[in-house]
């Protein structure tokens, strides 16, 4: 009479999925929450352990987003690099040798030059960086925003022409987030074509 039935056992609800923006972890019982703020108060009471405690806790949290900035995790983007435009952006332009890089090393050896004494070989090799970064730069809107246009529309190109020049201009290792590709690689299987 007073038994559970089978299909009082079959009923019961599956532990749901957690959100997907979500927090990740469950919200802590009241008595874990009590401790934790009796721990909070009790460091209160000394200034100087309370200070070094949380200089700890600022450079944790500063060296956990520095690494996911490096790594590219979204959460740890700023919003001028976040989302999936931003992102291929990134890889387009990580995937290919852009003569911008060379730009600044390329400056530094017509100045080296120029201060030698061989004020024609300078002023040719900074004319001529000039002219191919220029050339490299609108080779490389042309191609970007026609892959852009393709796989992502029209509306999602503002300020790429912008961050994908930016980007071209670091040197490869100076990069942040550091490339996800290498040199001539594909993307396609990343971002699949429309």
Do not use: C
């Not at 009796?38 to 009471?45: C, L, T, W």
């Not at 996911?68 to 992102?87: I, W």
């Amino acid at each position: 009479m007073f038994r559970r039935t089978k299909s009082a056992v079959e009923a019961q609800p599956e532990p749901a999925a957690p959100k997907a923006g979500g927090k990740g972890r469950p919200t802590p019982t009241r008595k874990e929450a009590e401790a934790a703020a009796r721990a909070r108060a009790k460091a209160a009471r000394n200034p100087k352990a309370a200070k070094g405690q949380s200089r700890a806790m600022r450079s944790e949290r500063s060296q956990e987003i520095r690494a996911g900035m490096r790594a590219g995790e979204e959460k740890y983007l700023l919003p001028r690099d976040q989302g999936p435009v931003r992102r291929f952006v990134r890889d387009y332009v990580d995937s290919r040798l852009n003569m911008a890089e060379f730009a600044m090393p390329l400056l530094i050896v017509s100045l080296l030059a120029q201060v030698g004494g061989a004020l024609n070989l300078g002023a040719g090799i900074m004319n001529a960086t000039l002219v191919v970064v220029v050339l490299d730069a609108a080779w490389l809107r042309f191609r970007l925003r026609r892959q852009l246009r393709e796989r992502f529309g029209k509306e999602h190109l503002k300020g790429t022409t912008f961050y994908a020049l930016m980007r071209a201009l670091q040197m490869r290792f100076m990069r942040i987030p550091k490339p996800q590709v290498r040199i001539g690689q594909e993307l396609t299987g990343r971002y699949p074509k429309p």
